[in-house]
């Protein structure tokens, strides 16, 4: 059975560093687009991030040189490094994996909350 | 990055009500257009992919059609559980982008 499981959510300052992770079981990261969908309380759905089956990796303009999608495939777990945080990341994370065309999110973590506040 | 419109942006329906749904790219995206259904409090789920392909073990009441900019959602018989936000989302271009949400409410 397919499954992600989301933690590293919390509170944080403005200015202020988390790192998330993503730990998948029934399926390996590496073979699979991997994607960062946030959103924030009350809002839409917002991707954030991709990391590719071959290693790419892509942003969204909001987070571009502040967050950094890894994964480690000896713990088949995925990663995203969020750094300089603004009250405007505040959102629910979620880790989706990338079904057939890469980007169809056919599985989903429960999702981790973060809240930049001072 | 495209835009995507969906509307309405609220819908209230009868239980047994066929329902649709629908969504315009900003530009053509081809059939590279997903449906997503959210209930409060859970993470969305994918109920169509490639604007009209069923994803295992989503009930047949639900479908897709469109292609180019214009879309459509229905669901042919709405069940009290269909009580969700649907998100249309495309991903013909980086980066992936989503409507605003269709809230859909039991009248």
């Known amino acids: 059975e397919v499954q992600l499981v989301e933690s590293g959510g919390g509170l944080i300052q403005p200015g202020g560093s988390l790192r998330l992770s993503c730990a998948a079981s029934?399926?390996?990261?590496?073979?699979?687009?991997m994607s960062w969908v946030r959103q924030a309380p009350g809002k839409g759905l917002e991707w954030v991030s991709v990391?590719?089956?071959?290693?790419?990796?892509y942003y969204a303009d909001s987070v571009k040189g502040r967050f950094t999608i890894s994964r480690d495939n000896s713990k088949n777990t995925l990663y995203l490094q969020m750094n300089s945080l603004r009250a405007e990341d505040t959102a629910v994370y979620y880790c989706?994996?990338?079904?057939?065309?890469?980007?169809?999110?056919?599985?989903w973590g429960q999702g981790t909350l973060v809240t930049v506040s001072s | 990055d495209i835009q995507m419109t969906q509307s309405p942006s609220s819908l209230s329906a009868s239980v047994g009500d066929r329902v649709t749904i629908t969504c315009q790219a900003s530009?053509?995206?081809?059939?590279?257009l997903n449906w997503y259904q959210q209930k409060p409090g859970k993470a969305p789920k994918l109920l169509i992919y490639?604007?009209?392909n069923l994803e295992t073990g989503v009930p047949s009441r639900f479908s897709g059609s469109g292609s180019g900019t214009d879309f459509t959602f229905t669901i042919s018989s709405l069940q009290p559980e269909d009580i969700a936000t649907y998100y249309c989302?495309?991903?013909?271009?980086?980066?992936?982008?989503f409507g605003q949400g269709t809230k859909l409410e039991i009248k």
């Open positions: 530009q053509d995206i081809s059939n590279y």
């Open positions: 989302q495309q991903y013909d271009n980086l980066p992936p982008t």
């Open positions: 490639d604007a009209s």
């Open positions: 990391i590719y089956s071959g290693g790419s990796t």
């Open positions: 989706a994996r990338g079904g057939g065309g890469g980007f169809d999110f056919d599985y």
């Open positions: 029934g399926f390996t990261v590496s073979s699979n687009y």
